[in-house]
């Protein structure tokens, strides 16, 4: 029986157990992307990622901790050049005030020139904020990977004609609207992520459980064997990573 386990994006940082999170990892050869919310985050963890051959950890900003943190702003722009990975990074209007969304427009402005001509991988979070992330994307010359879109189609399908990856985790093909976007996507796009903690059955214990459920909501989608979605998968994983080398 063919396996592939993968998580795009996962936050291992927010579990208290997070070197035995890793070691779980490493045990089921699942080929992770640990995105961090802080430049600080990164450079505390990047350590005991190390020597971990199924974990890549990330390089992020989250929006939602932009306007509070903006004096990492220099350590980010510092180690940029560190890894191919940047994550979790993009923008968030949800219930924001004008001056935290102007902070937000400004950093994620400045991430992607620092990204630009890097070839780098970004995993960019756009919760209210779908038309502006491409806006600013529009130029960007490195591979974006959308994590749990949930923007409308139109949208969507301008993400698609660019070529953008897309993560998408088990509490997505819970909902109709969520199905509906997994549908539009083109199968050679998804990549599968857990969002870890943050979604349903992680909050407590990670587990990579969440890759069966989606295999099996997309072989049936699909109308093909659960063996050759995740050959699918794996496929498209390496061509993600074969685009930023």
Not at 2 to 30: C, G, I, P, T, W
Request: aromatic share 12%.
């Amino acid at each position: 029986m063919f396996e592939f386990n993968m998580d795009a994006h996962m936050h291992f940082d927010l579990y208290d157990n997070r070197e035995q999170v890793l070691q779980y990892v490493k045990n089921h050869k699942s080929y992770t992307i640990a995105v961090t919310n802080l430049p600080q985050l990164f450079k505390r963890y990047r350590n005991i990622c190390e020597g971990n051959e199924y974990v890549q950890l990330a390089l992020g900003f989250h929006p939602e901790l932009v306007y509070e943190y903006k004096s990492q702003e220099r350590l980010f722009s510092e180690l940029v050049h560190e890894t191919r990975y940047i994550g979790e990074v993009g923008l968030d209007f949800a219930k924001k005030s004008k001056e935290d969304i102007d902070a937000q427009i400004e950093m994620f402005t400045k991430i992607i020139s620092w990204c630009t001509g890097k070839r780098k991988i970004l995993s960019v979070h756009s919760r209210s904020a779908v038309k502006k992330v491409l806006d600013l994307l529009e130029d960007f010359d490195g591979v974006v990977m959308l994590h749990w879109y949930s923007g409308g189609i139109a949208e969507l399908d301008r993400a698609i004609s660019r070529g953008y990856y897309f993560s998408v985790n088990h509490q997505m093909v819970q909902s109709a609207n969520g199905r509906k976007i997994i549908e539009r996507i083109p199968v050679e796009k998804i990549l599968l992520e857990s969002d870890a903690p943050f979604t349903k059955g992680l909050k407590d214990r990670y587990s990579i459980a969440f890759n069966e459920e989606l295999y099996s909501y997309l072989s049936q989608h699909y109308h093909q064997d659960t063996e050759v979605v995740k050959k699918r998968i794996k496929a498209n994983f390496a061509a993600l990573l074969k685009k930023s080398k």
